[in-house]
């Protein structure tokens, strides 16, 4: 079992920036593939980006050059920074494991609100 907490979300304006963390727990987190997605206005959550154990990065077209994922496997932290946030970006964001055997892990997740 993986345990994810997601921390970090907030009100923000449009052209700012936040920086989401997750927190993840198990012995072998660096093993992990890792990832942020977005409950969309029609309920679907969707893919925002992740990150491989070799720390391969694939991001959704609608952020790229705006988001960066990383991760600290020291810590077992993976972050998103995103800056230049448009309302559209206004979201619940979640966290996801996945391990080597398939498994999926998610957080509760965390609200972002990006308005004026």
């Known amino acids: 079992q993986v345990q994810l907490v997601e921390s970090g979300g907030s009100l923000a304006q449009p052209g700012g920036s936040l920086r989401l963390s997750c927190a993840a727990s198990?012995?072998?987190?660096?093993?992990?593939?890792m990832g942020w997605y977005r409950q969309n206005p029609r309920n679907q959550r969707e893919l925002v980006a992740i990150?491989?154990?070799?720390?391969?990065?694939i991001y959704a077209d609608f952020v790229k050059g705006r988001f960066t994922i990383s991760r600290d496997n020291a810590k077992n932290m993976v972050y998103l920074q995103m800056n230049s946030l448009k309302p559209e970006d206004t979201a619940v964001y979640y966290c996801?494991?996945?391990?080597?055997?398939?498994?999926?892990?998610w957080g509760q997740g965390t609200q972002v609100t990006v308005s004026s």
């Open positions: 198990g012995s072998i987190f660096s093993t992990y593939t």
């Open positions: 996801n494991a996945r391990t080597v055997i398939g498994s999926t892990f």
């Open positions: 990150i491989t154990s070799e720390g391969n990065k």
